[in-house]
């Protein structure tokens, strides 16, 4: 497949997520055998999409009109960036690398086959080629350029995190490694090590369950897959069960549960009879798909659809002896694995989400039977979807009870260790005194 072609995927995709598409919904909508190659290229332009754009900015005076054209300049400036920084030894490996004069040529290629694009094929050339001569005179001054995230991000981490606001950004910056779960009902983590070494695969153990692999690797073909031996989740993600340490014969709840993957690392704790609640119902097709590949099915694990904010329409009357609340948020923590994220959300969206969040703990709270635990966990990073929506809750409910948790774990990347690298997530534990 020519580069060409591949900086057209592109750069549609980094139309979609300029639109407010995600970048996962655009590159779905690919064939499968040429997906990969644009969610690589699409995933650096947005990790570099602020730097570009002020490149952009500078190089082209006024913001071309047409979408797609600005999209794929965007796209050829940030390859552009990381093709100069590799000449100067200072790119980082993940980079891509290709040779300047190749980015030139074909994004003008790429051009040249568009009705829509056609006729600005001087203009790519002109501005490309400005790029590298004047490269070492661009300014790039404001935080969105040297950081890549929106500047009121930025702003909101150096308020909350006066001290490591720099490292979160730094640690969201890089892509994160592939991290797997073992389920403990059918493999042990040393079956498990030992089939990835077996196959090339390196792997470091993360917490009690998991493995931290070393490079990228196409997860259908790793194995056990399909017999069912692990789970791919992040080690942040995976403190969720063994905080909420369901126990045998418990009826548990999984507020959001879609896509499946805290609901199955419960069941594999326990003999528990779950509800697996998500609002969205063409989510949970994943859910039964993974608790089917798992072996974790069963008559006492229930999936539905369903609104946690409004238990008068799902609700059997029966109460629970302990729930999961993954609640819908920013997702701000996981920008490493889903870079379109920071470019998708817009500062009003926090407070949004926090109003979310708390009606749907305060519906759910008289769900819980008295002694019963709920776990209360975001993948954010701003306080008032995590700190803040905690304190709220104690204040509102007299009868919460605070337990031991993590607290706000903020996402450590590429400088560390693999078996210490995570996502960023909060925890919250609280009990209903009897």
Known sequence: M?????????????????????????????????????????????????????????????????????????????????AVRHEQGTALPHEPNYASHTLVDQAVEAAAGQVRLKHFKPLINAVLRSFLREYGQLPRDDDEAR???????????????????????????????????????RASLAQVADALAAAGVQAEPVGSWGLTLAGSHVVTRLPGYAEGWWSVQDAGAQRAAELLAPREGMRVLDACAAPGGKTAHLLECADVELLALDADAGRLARVHENLARLRLDGPAVQVRAGDAARPDTWWDGRPFDAMLVDAPCTASGVVRRHPDIRWLRREADVQKTAAVQRRMLDALWPLLAPGGRLLYVTCSVFPEECAGQARAFLKAHADAVVLEAPGQLLPVGANATLSHQHDGFFYALFAKQA
């Open 2 to 82: 020519p580069l060409s072609a591949v900086l057209l995927d592109t750069a549609v995709a980094v139309q979609s997520v300029l639109s407010g598409r995600s970048l996962t919904e655009t590159l779905d909508a690919l064939p499968s055998v040429r997906r990969p190659a644009a969610q690589a290229l699409a995933s650096h332009v947005m990790r570099t999409l602020g730097t570009a754009i002020a490149d952009r900015s500078y190089l082209v005076r006024r913001r071309p009109e047409q979408p797609l054209l600005d999209a794929l300049l965007l796209t050829a400036l940030s390859l552009l960036d990381a």
């Open 147 to 185: 950081w890549n995230f929106p500047q009121w991000w930025v702003r909101k981490l150096q308020f909350a995190y006066p001290d490591a606001w720099q490292t979160v950004l730094e640690s969201s910056a890089t892509p994160a490694p592939l991290t797997l779960r073992v389920n403990r009902r």
